[in-house]
C-alpha cells in the first residue's frame, strides 16, 4: 500500500485508521476525504478533500490526482439511520460503493469495503454464526450490507478487483463517536459512566451482541489489507469479533471501575428489533485461518482502556 483515500475519514473508524495509516506510510500518503470539513487532527496532519461519494466522477478526479493505489471506502449510513432514511441510505450506501468499484474497476485500485454484523438476520444461525451462512437481513442497512458484500464479490470475480472487507462488530472507541448505529450504546455508557454516574440504555440488558475495541479493528483493516491476494478465499467480507457482551456485561465490568454507576432500561423498539435480528456471536476461524486475525482486548482490558482514556 503506497497511496490511499480513505471516503468516510471523519466518523468513528476513519478517524482513528487515517491517524494510524498516515503513521505508519506517511502523511501524504494518505488522502482523508469526507462530505464535510471539522476542525481536527485528520484534516491538519495531512491532504484533506470534501467527497460526495455519490458522485463518481469526484472518486475519479481524487484518486487521480493523489495518483492512489488504493480506496479504503467508510462512507456510509449506519443502521438506525438507514432504518429512519432507507431511500438515502440505498442512495449513499449503494451509489457510494459501485462509483468506488467502477474507479478501482478503471483505474486498477484495491478497494477495503466494510461489512458488518448487520448483514445477518433472523433466520441466520445465532451463535457462533458461520463465515458462509443464510443471509436474509430485514434491514435497509442489513440488504445494503449483502448487496454491498456480493458486489465486491462480483468485481473480483468478473473484473478480478481486489476487494476485500470484514464484517465488523460493534465497535467502541474514545476518539470520534459513532452515529445513528444500533450498537451506539455501547460507546455512550462509557462515556456517561464518567459523566453522570448514571446511564438509561436504549437497548434491553440480556442482548447479546459481538462487540470490539476500536484498536482492533485498525489492525484487522491494515492487516488484511497487506495480506498476500493469494491467501484470500472470500472476497465478500470475513467474519471477524473480539467479545460477545451484553448492555448488563459491560455495565458490570465498568461498575469496577465506577462503584457507585447505575444503568436502567428504556427500550427503543426499532434498534431493539434491529440487534435482535443480529448474531450473539461470530465464527471468525476464516480470518484467523487466511490472514491470521486475532483480537487482543476483551472485555476486561476494553473498560480498562476506555475509562483511562476518555476526556469529559
Ligand atoms: C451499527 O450499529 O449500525 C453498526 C454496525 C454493527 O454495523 N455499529
Known sequence: MKKILVTGSLGQIGSELVMKLRREYGNDH???????????EVVESGPFEILDVTDGSEIFKLANKFEV????????????????????????????????????????????????????????PKHKTPQVTIQRPSTMYGINKVAGELLCDYYFHRYAVDARGV????????????????????????YEALRKKRYTCFIHQKTCLDMMYMPDAINAVIQLMETDPEKLTFRNSY?????????????????KHVPSFVVDYQVDPVRQSIADSWPD???????????????EFGLEDMTEDMLGKINI
Do not use: C
Open 69 to 124: 493505489d488504493t480506496i479504503i471506502h467508510l462512507a456510509a449510513l449506519l443502521s438506525a439511520s438507514a432504518e429512519a432514511k432507507p431511500q438515502m441510505a440505498w442512495n449513499l450506501n449503494m451509489g457510494g460503493l459501485i462509483n468506488v468499484l467502477e474507479a478501482a474497476r478503471v483505474l486498477g485500485l484495491k478497494v477495503f469495503v466494510p461489512s458488518s454484523i448487520g448483514a445477518f438476520g433472523a433466520e441466520t
Open 30 to 40: 494518505i488522502i482523508a476525504s469526507d462530505i464535510r470539513r471539522l476542525e481536527n
Open 281 to 295: 456471536s461470530l465464527d471468525d476461524s476464516a480470518a484467523r485461518q487466511d490472514w491470521g486475525f486475532k483480537a
Open 239 to 255: 467474519n471477524i469479533t473480539a467479545m460477545s457482551v451484553t448492555p448488563e456485561n459491560i455495565a458490570n465490568e465498568i461498575k
Open 167 to 190: 464484517r465488523f462488530p460493534g465497535l467502541v472507541s474514545y476518539v470520534a463517536p459513532p452515529g445513528g448505529g444500533t450498537t451506539d450504546y455501547a460507546v455512550e455508557i462509557f
